[in-house]
């Protein structure tokens, strides 16, 4: 391993025990293999080796990052590059995302390209919006969103404001291989403070920002007059400032922050894991804090702010935290219903859409089924969301709203990714508005389901910490029926359709071919059942986990709710235990 002059002392030293205690899988583990582009981009431990994130292997990302933006868009030195960071950061490597965006500004600075470098911690749409706002050639956001605390990211987007998608990861991935040796002036955080070319976007970017919400609020008036209270925490993350003038911009007084979790703390020091997708587990002092306060309803935003979870008090002084599905259930009834307020004419509903990742609830499917817009589903992740919402932007369509279930949401199309922040807001202004009705959120997701059909969905994950085991499972489902046939049925249930992404097959296509584009990174397996349940396993592209998803769509008018429910809890059930083997495979379930 080469030491340059400017390189982290503490991870040379990680490096040093290694080789010197004869740590060989260790250091194969860390030095044999490199980040790849998941769903979010490079992400991986903080720590010494090219598998892992650290000041070399980031100054080497943007080296390529900069060898192929060099390649393909001739004005890179007039357009520039975004950076933005979260708030992480590890004694023992010497890491942090700040310092981690200002080596990444200075390797660009080096080369003459202007940066627009952030000079605080922002929220991770903060970045897409500003890479739209000024044309820059591409941004870069450092943040492993709501991951475990040893764990940091590099996430890129490309000029449109969306993430980077195939075919500009691979080749960036060649560029990054091409250009392992750090330039002379990589190393140089200085250049951040000395050079002509780094601006700071940040008041520039919050003021723009929180002027266009205007777009996706609808009763400004009637928020300013809500006797409803909002308990926000940001969960030790960058959350609390932006969310609290969002709320302002709506009309609403700022919600009230959980005092333990507002400031950036990398510990994450009072939840188990800062995921808020988790529920009321880690909402715990969020929930006491709203029944000592009487706020009726708590956001919480995950650490970098571009997800959101929702929990609101029952009259019987329960909970109930809304999953994804439901969220979006709510989000996309609202955002179509303002929409058809300011659109009367029928007509223009032709130019309208909501899309969702395809491990979603259909329910979105239904809305536009009954209501006339269009519909369409993508690969998991919000980068194929924003990729296709720039698409159908340029050819004069509307998309109102898109989601995925792990509590990623898009109202509008203000930025072409998850937005946490804008998404709060507009979460307050549906329950004030509801309760000008007389109706909780919860009431209205019943309404919902009774006009469009009950949509039960189930979606949970075992952890496996060994990748050739999670190959070992998607084979032996591949051939559970002699080479390459997949099960007939699940437990009891029957199994008619088959689509493996992973491959390219589809059992209901008249070809045999998958629609949606082949995903040979990550596995991903679809089972629709005789009974109409829909099931996907799939390994997470950001976390050593087997996620598995199930639902139920009822025809509309359909409420025997009970049955449904303990039909898919069986289905959900059978899939784990017989395709996953979790005790054979030495699975961890979910444990919070």
Same mark, same amino acid.
């Given at each position: 391993?080469?030491?340059?002059?400017?390189?982290?002392?503490?991870?040379?030293?990680?490096?040093?025990?290694?080789?010197?205690?004869?740590?060989?899988?260790?250091?194969?583990?860390?030095?044999?293999?490199?980040?790849? !582009?998941?769903?979010?981009?490079? /992400?991986?431990?903080?720590? $010494?080796? !090219?598998?892992?994130?650290?000041?070399? @292997?980031?100054?080497?990302?943007?080296?390529?990052?900069?060898?192929?933006? $060099?390649? %393909?868009? *001739?004005?890179?030195?007039? /357009?520039?590059?975004?950076?933005?960071?979260?708030? /992480?950061?590890?004694?023992?490597?010497?890491?942090? #995302?700040?310092?981690?965006?200002?080596?990444?500004?200075?390797?660009?600075?080096?080369?003459?390209?202007?940066?627009?470098?952030?000079?605080?911690?922002?929220?991770?749409?903060?970045?897409?919006?500003?890479?739209?706002?000024?044309?820059?050639?591409?941004?870069?956001?450092?943040? $492993?969103?709501?991951?475990?605390?040893?764990?940091?990211?590099?996430?890129?987007?490309?000029?449109?404001?969306?993430?980077?998608?195939?075919?500009?990861?691979?080749?960036?991935?060649?560029?990054?291989?091409?250009?392992?040796?750090?330039?002379?002036?990589?190393?140089?955080?200085?250049?951040?403070?000395?050079?002509?070319?780094?601006? +700071?976007?940040?008041?520039?970017?919050?003021?723009? %920002?929180?002027?266009?919400?205007?777009?996706?609020? !609808?009763?400004?008036?009637?928020? @300013?007059?809500?006797?409803?209270?909002?308990?926000?925490?940001?969960?030790?993350?960058?959350?609390?400032?932006?969310?609290?003038?969002?709320?302002?911009?709506?009309? =609403?007084?700022?919600?009230?922050?959980?005092?333990?979790?507002?400031?950036?703390? *990398?510990?994450?020091? @009072?939840?188990?894991?800062?995921?808020?997708?988790?529920?009321?587990?880690?909402?715990?002092?969020?929930?006491?804090?709203?029944?000592?306060?009487?706020?009726?309803?708590?956001?919480?935003?995950?650490?970098?702010? +571009?997800?959101?979870?929702?929990?609101?008090?029952?009259?019987?002084?329960?909970?109930?935290? !809304?999953?994804?599905?439901?969220?979006?259930?709510?989000?996309?009834?609202?955002?179509?219903?303002?929409?058809?307020?300011?659109?009367?004419?029928?007509?223009?509903?032709?130019?309208?859409?909501?899309?969702?990742?395809?491990?979603?609830?259909?329910?979105?499917?239904? =809305?536009?089924?009954?209501?006339?817009?269009?519909?369409?589903?993508?690969?998991?992740?919000?980068?194929?969301?924003?990729?296709?919402?720039?698409?159908?932007?340029?050819?004069?369509?509307?998309?109102?709203?898109?989601?995925?279930?792990?509590?990623?949401?898009?109202?509008?199309?203000?930025? &072409?990714?998850?937005?946490?922040?804008?998404?709060?807001?507009?979460?307050?202004?549906?329950?004030?508005?509801?309760?000008?009705?007389?109706?909780?959120?919860?009431?209205?997701?019943?309404?919902? %389901?009774?006009? %469009?059909?009950?949509?039960?969905? /189930?979606?949970?994950?075992?952890?496996?910490?060994?990748?050739?085991?999670?190959?070992?499972?998607?084979?032996?489902?591949?051939?559970?029926?002699?080479?390459?046939?997949?099960?007939? #049925?699940?437990?009891?249930?029957?199994?008619?359709?088959?689509?493996?992404?992973?491959?390219?097959?589809?059992?209901?296509?008249?070809?045999?071919?998958?629609?949606?584009?082949?995903?040979?990174?990550?596995?991903?397996?679809?089972? @629709?059942?005789?009974?109409?349940?829909?099931?996907?396993?799939?390994?997470?592209?950001?976390?050593?986990?087997?996620?598995?998803?199930?639902?139920?769509?009822?025809?509309?008018?359909?409420?025997?709710?009970?049955?449904?429910?303990?039909? &898919?809890?069986?289905?959900? $059930?059978?899939?784990?235990?017989? =395709?996953?083997?979790?005790?054979?495979?030495?699975?961890?379930?979910?444990?919070?």
């Amino acid at each position: 391993v080469g030491r340059g002059s400017g390189s982290n002392p503490q991870t040379w030293k990680q490096m040093e025990s290694l080789v010197r205690e004869g740590h060989v899988v260790e250091l194969r583990r860390r030095l044999c293999s490199r980040m790849t !582009f998941g769903t979010a981009g490079l /992400r991986a431990e903080m720590s $010494a080796g !090219f598998a892992c994130i650290n000041d070399l @292997t980031v100054i080497q990302s943007t080296q390529g990052m900069y060898k192929y933006l $060099a390649k %393909y868009v *001739p004005d890179l030195k007039t /357009r520039g590059l975004v950076v933005g960071f979260d708030t /992480r950061a590890q004694t023992s490597s010497g890491c942090t #995302s700040e310092r981690l965006a200002r080596l990444t500004a200075a390797v660009m600075l080096c080369k003459d390209v202007p940066v627009y470098l952030f000079s605080t911690y922002v929220p991770t749409p903060f970045v897409p919006y500003a890479v739209m706002k000024y044309g820059a050639a591409a941004g870069v956001m450092i943040t $492993a969103s709501h991951n475990r605390k040893e764990d940091n990211g590099y996430k890129v987007y490309w000029h449109n404001g969306a993430q980077i998608s195939s075919p500009h990861d691979k080749e960036i991935l060649r560029c990054i291989e091409e250009s392992s040796e750090p330039w002379p002036g990589s190393w140089n955080e200085d250049l951040v403070e000395s050079s002509r070319l780094r601006r +700071d976007p940040l008041e520039d970017v919050c003021r723009s %920002y929180m002027e266009e919400l205007n777009t996706i609020c !609808f009763h400004r008036e009637l928020n @300013t007059m809500s006797p409803l209270k909002f308990v926000h925490s940001s969960f030790h993350g960058v959350g609390h400032n932006y969310v609290q003038r969002a709320f302002q911009q709506f009309g =609403f007084p700022p919600p009230i922050p959980v005092p333990e979790q507002k400031d950036p703390d *990398p510990d994450f020091s @009072t939840v188990s894991c800062p995921n808020p997708e988790e529920g009321e587990s880690v909402l715990e002092l969020s929930l006491r804090l709203a029944e000592r306060e009487e706020a009726r309803i708590v956001v919480a935003t995950d650490p970098d702010a +571009d997800r959101l979870a929702v929990a609101e008090q029952n009259d019987n002084c329960g909970w109930k935290v !809304f999953t994804g599905n439901e969220l979006a259930a709510l989000l996309g009834w609202w955002m179509l219903f303002n929409w058809k307020e300011a659109h009367p004419d029928p007509a223009d509903t032709e130019r309208v859409y909501m899309l969702a990742t395809t491990v979603s609830s259909k329910i979105l499917k239904a =809305f536009a089924r009954i209501e006339g817009f269009h519909f369409e589903e993508t690969l998991p992740g919000f980068k194929w969301i924003g990729n296709r919402i720039h698409e159908l932007t340029k050819t004069g369509k509307e998309v109102i709203f898109s989601f995925e279930e792990s509590i990623g949401f898009l109202c509008g199309n203000m930025v &072409l990714d998850k937005d946490g922040v804008s998404t709060a807001a507009v979460v307050a202004e549906m329950a004030a508005y509801l309760h000008t009705k007389n109706l909780s959120m919860n009431q209205q997701l019943i309404n919902i %389901y009774e006009i %469009y059909g009950y949509h039960i969905s /189930r979606t949970s994950y075992v952890i496996c910490n060994d990748p050739p085991t999670i190959h070992r499972i998607f084979s032996r489902l591949r051939n559970s029926g002699g080479s390459g046939v997949y099960p007939e #049925s699940c437990g009891d249930y029957c199994i008619t359709h088959i689509r493996d992404v992973t491959t390219g097959y589809d059992s209901s296509q008249p070809d045999k071919k998958c629609v949606l584009p082949l995903s040979r990174n990550s596995q991903m397996v679809t089972f @629709t059942f005789q009974n109409g349940i829909v099931a996907t396993l799939r390994t997470s592209g950001t976390e050593p986990k087997i996620k598995y998803y199930t639902e139920f769509c009822a025809a509309p008018g359909e409420r025997d709710i009970s049955s449904l429910e303990e039909e &898919l809890r069986k289905v959900t $059930a059978a899939l784990v235990e017989e =395709f996953l083997e979790p005790e054979k495979n030495n699975l961890l379930h979910r444990s919070v």
